[in-house]
């Protein structure tokens, strides 16, 4: 059994977009200072907020902005055979509810109310008007990425307007996510010129940096052992078992590679709210969603005073029990890998 102190180390939960795969950056050699990188053949959406590495280059960036060519903005239309005279009105979309609206609420407060949604990111929704405001005319609402075509579960629930007649929300245009990435911009300036050749995308990543804590994971190696005549004799491999490992810490700060909502430790590991456009780690996409357990640590060396760095990975977690205290931010939680060892790397 291994332990692990978390007051000593950081602790990242990372999801399985990119899995590895390399894409070919353009052949144009980017500059040190460089933030714009522009890809070529690069079939897949990068999400704000994925790690990416570029060439032979350690260092690791952060998808801050992307372009995607080809999307159509998604709209949706709040109408009613009659206007209303009062009260309010709310929305939802992908389970999570707005406050209350007010039948007369200008456009800036009806997109703050709807990108107050966990699921809803800053900036995404733009609202527009017939005339100034849902008293006067129907309410218009386009969606920009990462929600272009995938905002029909919008629901309005008029209960609370009065003199309204039929009101309801329907899709005016469907929107397309489009489905390459032709250029991405990170949060740092390049610290070193990046040579045209491949990108690495390294997933989304919450960051949580603990207080007090620790990490406990056991690896399983079964055998088999065959006796002739009763004595010891050939040893043989019995099946795998998957790696067990628990949790429990509290932690000072929760930090989200992304320009959206930070989502909570249990939205990760669950896939709900702010991660629910998460990629599991998982091999077959088929299997329950999960996630990798990334500890950065500075251990000393066996015999040695110097401390080198050390990036263990606990691949394909499932969380199968989580208790969590809002009280004093703390978490614990216990669950098993699909996989049989932890994968380490050391470095000075």
């Known amino acids: 059994m291994a332990v692990i102190d978390l007051k000593q180390a950081e602790l990242y939960l990372r999801d ?11 052949t144009n050699i980017e500059p040190v200072g460089e933030t714009t990188i522009a890809l ?16 032979t280059d350690t260092e690791e960036y952060v998808v801050a902005s992307r372009t995607i060519p080809g999307g159509t903005a998604a709209v949706q239309t709040i109408t ?15 389970g ?31 609202v527009s008007a017939e005339v100034t405001d849902w008293s006067d ?34 899709t005016t245009t469907p929107g397309v996510l489009g489905t390459t990435t032709s250029e991405i911009v990170v949060n740092e300036l390049l ?13 989304l990543k919450l960051e949580i940096v603990v207080g007090e804590g620790n990490l406990e994971y056991v690896e399983k190696t079964p055998r088999i052992f065959r006796k002739n005549r009763g004595t010891l004799n050939t040893v043989k491999n019995d099946d795998d078992e998957p790696m067990d490992v628990s949790f429990a810490f509290e932690w000072d700060k929760i930090k989200a590679y992304t320009g959206e909502t930070t989502p ?32 950065h640590n500075s251990p000393v060396c066996a015999g040695s005073s110097i401390y080198t760095n050390e990036v263990l990975t606990l691949g394909q977690f499932y ?19 699909n996989t049989t060892q932890a994968t380490s790397v050391r470095f000075t």
Do not use: M
Not at 40 to 55: I, L, N, Q, R, S
Not at 111 to 124: C, K, P, T, Y
Not at 191 to 203: D, H, L, R, S
């Open 191 to 203: 610290v070193a010129t990046t040579a045209a050749g491949a990108v690495e995308f390294c997933g």
């Open 96 to 126: 999570d509810t707005t406050n209350a609206i007010a039948w007369d609420a200008t456009i800036a407060e009806v997109e703050l109310a709807i990108e107050a949604l966990d699921s809803v990111a800053n900036g995404s929704c733009t």
């Open 137 to 170: 005319g129907d309410l218009i609402l386009t969606f920009s990425a990462p929600l272009e075509g995938v905002v029909a579960d919008f629901v309005l629930d008029d209960a609370g307007l009065t003199g309204e007649t039929a009101a309801s929300i329907s």
């Open 40 to 55: 070529t053949d690069c079939t897949v959406v990068v999400p704000v907020g994925a790690g990416v590495k570029f060439g």
């Open 16 to 26: 399985g977009f990119g899995n590895g795969t390399a894409t070919p950056l353009t």
């Open 319 to 337: 969380q199968e029990e989580l208790s969590h205290s809002i009280v004093d931010s703390s978490v614990s939680c216990s669950g098993r890998c």
């Open 264 to 295: 909570t430790i249990e939205n990760v590991l669950r896939r709900t709210g702010p991660a629910a456009a998460w990629t599991t780690t998982a091999s077959d996409d088929c299997d329950p969603f999960c996630v990798d357990i990334e500890i």
């Open 80 to 94: 009613a055979t009659t206007e209303p005279t009062g009260g309010d009105y709310t929305l939802t979309y992908n």
